[in-house]
């Protein structure tokens, strides 16, 4: 036969096809794969409609061989092969799926069939590694076999040929090897292994392949007399089927075995310890899906870095699509790993057109409900993992709460643990609540480096003394996630810092309020003598054996002040706190201030600077002038000699 043309939108696209659809040229045999599962599935399909029943899966299997030396790859499969017609018209126009419509005609039968191609594309696949294209079918019900072949973009020829039985092979002659690209490796007993296990683990069928093995030749290891001797080898070939065929996740959690979620989770996530939990999910409806996930019980050793990416695998009907698809994780359960299978999925092959797909979100969402429900599940039946996967994981639970702008704060706010002063333990805002005093008007949090360094902060004082509980939040994140979320179950959050701790009576308030009026002018003086370095001095009822302390007013606090400023790229632009200096009212030092002012301002103004530097040594701040601090005090041990 005359070669003929491939149509013409066929050969633009066939061109488009090899050099940009596929990045990975590895799935070329993933598609041709898939294709003999299809064929297979239409044939044990269409011999059960016409009540033969003799057909087995496990003889209908799909064979993979390799020549070496005339180095050509084949897949052979005992489907329902192609008519001429069909060869010309599935193979001579690109984008052309005859599964589709197989499965369109068909559709009643969706449980024995398992249908993946709809594109049309996956064949050409075959030109990202093959120089030509060779492909002898025979039909089911045919006596007539056909031989299709096409040395890539220019065209195809078809001629009759010879096929002992209903079925299609596929023959590539790889390219020729250049210096960036080696096809030989397609070649390869171990790499075809590895990239069958990796794509095609759960095709329905067997996917064999002869492989070389070595053995002792028999009786090779005694000489004549029967003493022992250095043996013999020989190597034989051995036809091994290289796919598990049935997928765990679509196995029934009765029917798996104790321990073997575990190892799937190791050996397909390169873990080394077993996941925390184990997440199956089987729906009908909306989105139907398989899917089988996994809360590792520890973070990868990337996890909090812009390296680590997020995904979940997705496979479409035993076959995998997507190694990573970042759109069926939200960025908060982004430590989550496992696998999704769907039917329903249209399988497109751009990741850019997967994004838009809608029953692609509705998988996700419904993944994100079952995983919340999971985890608090967990949190109830099984504190001490949860725990765990708190302190791996609950970084990214606050963050996801902070860079939603509090938008998944229903979500999220009751999976969250903070410790607090009550037993320096974790609590869940729940528990705080649920021990709330009766007369208790706010959630109190304080923010610092560590529990033992906020558990003597001056300013908590007098609300741990009053039997109050305060959060200690000691990752940065804590207090920015606090403020997008404002409340909890509508009870504000409130820092130990702040000017209102909602504690005094009217007329405790209406006392300090005086007490500050009566001394504005000594306390303007500090101020003047401290500079813009606070914005006020003030006189204050919050504090009970410290002196001093030192808090911020307005919406950044000192520990967010600490936490900007560590960041990147605001060297130029230091965000700074409007620094409170509070001065306890009932401490002989504040007596000590009065009886100085207005007769020795030169003595105010040391006494100031030594308790501003005090007070940022508390705070944990640095202090500006050490050696100026240091003289000021040995002044002061030495003032009475
Ligand atoms: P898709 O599989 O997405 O439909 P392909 O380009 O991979 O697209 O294949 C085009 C069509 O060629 C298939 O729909 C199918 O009808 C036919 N085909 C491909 N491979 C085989 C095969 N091994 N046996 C029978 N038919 C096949």
Redesign the pocket.
């Known amino acids: 036969m005359a070669k003929k043309q491939f149509k013409a939108e066929s050969k633009r696209l066939l061109e488009m096809m090899i050099n940009s659809i596929y990045t990975n040229r590895e799935i070329f045999l993933r598609?041709?794969i898939?294709?003999?599962s299809?064929?297979t599935d239409?044939r044990y399909y269409n011999a059960l409609k016409e009540g033969q029943t003799g057909l087995n899966r496990q003889d209908l299997t799909i064979d993979l061989s390799v020549d070496k030396a005339a180095r050509t790859l084949t897949?052979s499969?005992h489907?329902?092969?192609?008519t001429k017609e069909?060869l010309e018209k599935?193979?001579g126009t690109?984008a052309?799926?005859?599964?589709?419509?197989?499965k369109k005609e068909n559709a009643d039968a969706k449980d024995e069939l398992d249908i993946?191609?709809?594109?049309?594309?996956?064949?050409?696949?075959a030109f990202m590694v093959a120089k030509r294209v060779e492909?002898t079918?025979r039909a089911q019900d045919s006596e007539e076999a056909w031989c299709w072949v096409s040395d890539g973009a220019d065209g195809y020829t078809v001629n009759p040929a010879q096929r002992e039985e209903c079925?299609?092979t596929?023959l590539l002659t790889l390219k020729d090897n250049t210096e960036q690209e080696n096809y030989d490796e397609y070649l390869e007993e171990y790499r075809l292994r590895a990239i069958v296990k990796k794509y095609s683990d759960y095709i329905r069928y067997p996917i064999r392949m002869p492989v070389e093995k070595s053995r002792m030749v028999e009786g090779s290891d005694k000489d004549a007399d029967g003493k022992d001797k250095t043996p013999e080898y020989e190597t034989y070939t051995e036809v091994e089927t290289l796919n598990s065929m049935v997928p765990l996740w679509k196995k029934k959690k009765s029917e798996v075995e104790e321990g073997e979620y575990q190892r799937f989770y190791k050996e397909k996530f390169y873990d080394f310890e077993d996941p925390l939990r184990v997440i199956t999910s089987s729906t009908e409806g909306l989105a139907t899906y398989n899917a089988l996930l996994f809360i590792p019980s520890h973070a990868p050793y990337n996890y909090y870095s812009r390296d680590y990416e997020k995904g979940l695998q997705l496979y479409s009907s035993g076959v995998l699509i997507m190694d990573k698809c970042a759109d069926l994780l939200p960025d908060h359960f982004s430590f989550v790993r496992g696998i999704v299978d769907s039917q329903d999925l249209s399988?497109n092959i751009s990741r850019e057109m997967l994004q838009h797909d809608r029953q692609l979100k509705l998988i996700a969402t419904s993944l994100e409900k079952k995983i919340k429900n999971e985890l608090e599940l967990m949190l109830k039946n099984d504190r001490e993992n949860y725990e765990k996967f708190f302190h791996e994981f609950g970084l990214q639970l606050k963050y996801g709460i902070y860079s939603s702008y509090g938008g998944t704060k229903e979500l999220l706010a009751d999976l969250l643990l903070f410790t607090t002063s009550a037993e320096k333990k974790y609590a869940t805002l729940r528990e705080y609540r649920d021990r709330m005093k009766e007369n208790q008007k706010y959630i109190y949090y304080a923010a610092g480096e560590s529990v033992a360094k906020l558990d003597v902060l001056p300013q908590n004082e007098r609300l741990k003394e009053q039997g109050y509980e305060i959060l200690y939040l000691t990752d940065e994140i804590d207090e920015f996630t606090l403020k997008v979320m404002r409340d909890y179950d509508g009870v504000e959050f409130r820092s130990t810092s702040d000017d209102d701790l909602g504690l005094d009576s009217e007329s405790e308030k209406e006392e300090i309020k005086k007490l500050n009026e009566d001394n504005h002018d000594l306390l303007a003086k500090m101020k003047e003598l401290l500079g813009d370095r606070v914005a006020d001095v003030v006189l204050t009822s919050r504090l009970k054996s410290y002196p001093v302390c030192l808090t911020a007013k307005g919406q950044i606090s000192l520990e967010m002040e600490k936490v900007l400023n560590a960041m990147p790229n605001v060297q130029e632009n230091q965000v700074k706190a409007q620094r409170v200096l509070e001065i306890n009212a009932q401490h002989p030092v504040f007596a000590a201030l009065t009886r100085l002012w207005p007769k020795q301002e030169e003595k105010l103004k040391e006494y100031t600077e030594i308790l501003y530097t005090q007070a940022l040594l508390i705070e944990g701040l640095p202090v500006e002038d050490p050696v100026a601090y240091t003289n000021a005090v040995c002044g002061l041990m030495t003032s009475e000699e």
């Open positions: 598609e041709l898939s294709n003999a299809d064929a239409k897949i499969d489907g329902c092969g192609m069909e599935n193979l690109i052309k799926s005859g599964s589709l419509e197989f993946i191609g709809q594109f049309g594309v996956g064949f050409y696949a492909v079918s079925g299609t596929i399988l």
